[in-house]
């Protein structure tokens, strides 16, 4: 995507500058070297899901993997936009937020990037070869990528930004005690 081209999501137009702004922060990038994710989308009977996934940054998507019998497929085709979120489990709690759209790449092997978003979990090398091959004999007719470009981000840090209601409070406070 050209750089300041803009991003129209409900409304709300993100441009392209101010979404890397918000990706390449410090935090942010701690936050795209976790491990999980939670992806967010609308199932194929209406109704929310939110599901905990796998993941890795390229540098400008979102790359998840699953098996090509999972119901998400099946939602994310019919309606593929996704609310993405990745947070700390500390306090404060550093939250990125992330809205976007999932292409789905059907692929025949294991994509690298399943391997690589499960690299951080503790195993010894010899658990690591064990359950590769675990996961090649599991999923030989490949598995599916989820692959998300930012439209939209946000990073919460309770230091320096915060959700956007608790904004409106704080500049009511300010404007109230400064009257």
């Given at each position: 995507?050209?750089?300041?081209?803009?991003?129209?999501?409900?409304?709300?137009?993100?441009?392209?500058?101010?979404?890397?702004?918000?990706?390449?922060?410090?935090?942010?990038?701690?936050?795209?070297?976790?491990?999980?994710?939670?992806?967010?989308?609308?199932?194929?009977?209406?109704?929310?899901?939110?599901?905990?996934?796998?993941?890795?940054?390229n540098g400008s998507e979102i790359v998840m993997c699953t098996t090509?019998?999972?119901?998400?497929?099946?939602?994310?085709?019919?309606?593929?936009?996704?609310?993405?979120?990745?947070?700390?489990?500390?306090?404060?709690?550093?939250?990125?937020?992330?809205?976007?759209r999932a292409e789905l790449d059907y692929t025949d092997g294991i994509?690298?990037?399943?391997?690589?978003?499960?690299?951080?979990?503790?195993?010894?090398?010899?658990?690591?070869?064990?359950?590769?091959?675990?996961?090649?004999?599991?999923?030989?007719?490949?598995?599916?990528?989820?692959?998300?470009?930012?439209?939209?981000?946000?990073?919460?840090?309770?230091?320096?930004?915060?959700?956007?209601?608790?904004?409106?409070?704080?500049?009511?406070?300010?404007?109230?005690?400064?009257?």
């Open positions: 995507m050209p750089a300041g081209s803009g991003n129209q999501v409900k409304g709300m137009t993100m441009q392209a500058n101010e979404i890397a702004e918000v990706l390449n922060r410090p935090t942010s990038q701690d936050l795209l070297a976790r491990d999980v994710t939670r992806v967010a989308y609308v199932a194929k009977d209406g109704t929310p899901r939110n599901v905990p996934i796998a993941f890795v940054w090509k019998n999972a119901p998400k497929l099946t939602a994310l085709r019919t309606n593929p936009m996704v609310a993405l979120t990745i947070d700390t489990e500390v306090h404060p709690p550093k939250i990125l937020l992330i809205r976007g994509p690298a990037e399943y391997l690589e978003a499960n690299t951080t979990y503790e195993m010894t090398a010899e658990q690591r070869v064990e359950w590769e091959a675990e996961v090649r004999s599991l999923y030989v007719d490949g598995m599916v990528r989820i692959v998300v470009t930012p439209t939209w981000a946000k990073l919460i840090d309770f230091e320096t930004t915060l959700p956007t209601p608790v904004e409106e409070l704080v500049k009511r406070r300010q404007e109230r005690q400064s009257a």
